[in-house]
């Protein structure tokens, strides 16, 4: 797959957009947060 074509979500913490990362390929439905310094800032 290419790079312009990954899909992407908005992070819940910090409101930007964050591409698909290989390491997110089994739970990309879970994922909510851009980075770990979001996730343990959650609301």
Same mark, same amino acid.
């Given at each position: 797959?290419? +790079?312009?074509?990954?899909? $992407? +979500?908005? !992070? &819940? &913490? !910090?409101? %930007?957009?964050?591409? /698909?990362?290989?390491?997110? $390929?089994? @739970? /990309? $439905?879970? &994922?909510?947060?851009?980075? $770990?310094? !979001? %996730? %343990? @800032?959650?609301?």
């Amino acid at each position: 797959m290419k +790079k312009a074509h990954l899909p $992407e +979500k908005i !992070c &819940v &913490v !910090c409101e %930007r957009p964050f591409t /698909w990362r290989k390491k997110w $390929e089994k @739970n /990309w $439905e879970e &994922v909510k947060y851009c980075s $770990e310094r !979001c %996730r %343990r @800032n959650k609301i």
